[in-house]
Every structure is written in C-alpha cells, then in structure tokens.
C-alpha cells in the first residue's frame, strides 16, 4: 500500500477502504443516484462531460451514465481494489489517484463533484481537493456531503478523526471564484429514492455569468 501524508488516506487507500466496497454494492442504490442527479442536472445547461473526485466502485457515475448514456465521464479513486471495480462497470477513465494531491488538468470538464468524499479528508487538506474540483470544471461544481455550519468532528464506525462536518461549499464560495446556483438536501428516509442525509449545492464559475 502506498504511504500517504495522511492518516485518512492511508485509511481508505488500505483494508478500511475495501471492506467498504463489499458493503457498498446495492444496485438499489444506482436508481436512488439516477433521481439524485436528474434533480441536479435539471438546473444545468450544456453539461457533456463531469468528473467525479473519490468515485469509488462509480456508483455515482454509472448513475449518470444511465441517464444520460452522451455524457463523457471521469473518476479518481484513492482505493486501488475501489478504482478497479468501476472501471470494470465499463467507465474506462478511472484514475487510481488520492485526491488531496495536485490533479493534473489534462482536459476539464462541464462539472466537476464529490459526493460523501470530503466528509472524510483530512482538514487540513480540504484546499487542494476545492483547488482540483476548481481546475478540472469549466463551469459547474458540485458537493453532496453532510453539512453542519461549523467545524465538527464525529466518530466513524467506531473510528475517530475519520468523518468530518462542515460548511464545505461555503468554504468553496470563498475560495475561488464561484456562486451559488441551487441546492437541497435528501433524506434516508425518503420513499422513492433515499439518500444518506446528504446536502447538495451546485455552484458555477462567476466568468460563466452573462
């Protein structure tokens, strides 16, 4: 296994992380996904390509693949067993990468998202990954985390300093160079197509604006 700088990266890059994997296949979970990102597509325009950072086996990816069969698709996965399963869903870019370290942005994207990723970076690392969903978007980012208006710190599966809460698309908003366009919030305990109490705001890059 790789030695990250960081004692959440080594976590999910080694056996924590694979376990996941195994308890993360519900195929359920995809149609759930598919309402997720109609509702969110919905307030885009012209979005032919996304990027997803921390894709996991591409649960969320195969979700948009399914509804729109044109779009171009990107993920980046810290867990080597995580990166190879999504790939072989038929996503052929999957890139094995943490994604607290520098992305290279060899072609952007219409959106760029993280979806129950930054809840588990280590804060003092949360920059570079707003810095890599800023570089690799052309227009649109988007996080889908567990919000809280300040800085908490909450025990994971009986492991500490492995989830944390905040206010991260506010902290995006005054970082770079976006606004807020939309966003909502979905509960576990909706009927058709629960999430895990995640809020989403999707915002666009102010050079956008006409």
Known sequence: MDNFRTDQENFWAGSFGGDYVERNQDPTMVRANEVFFERILAATTGVSSVVELGCNIGLNLIALQHIRPEL???GYEINAEAAEKARATGIPEIVNQSVTEPIVADRMFDLAFTKGVLIHI?????????A????LSTRYVL???YYNPTPVTISYRGHENRLFKRDFAGELLD???VQLIDYGFVYRRDPTAPQDDITWFLME???QQG
């Open 122 to 130: 280590n804060p003092d690392a949360l920059d570079q990954v707003y």
């Open 175 to 177: 970082r770079h160079n």
């Open 205 to 207: 890059k102010n050079d």
């Open 132 to 135: 890599n969903l800023a570089v």
């Open 72 to 74: 171009s698709l990107r």
């Open 143 to 145: 996080v889908c985390e």
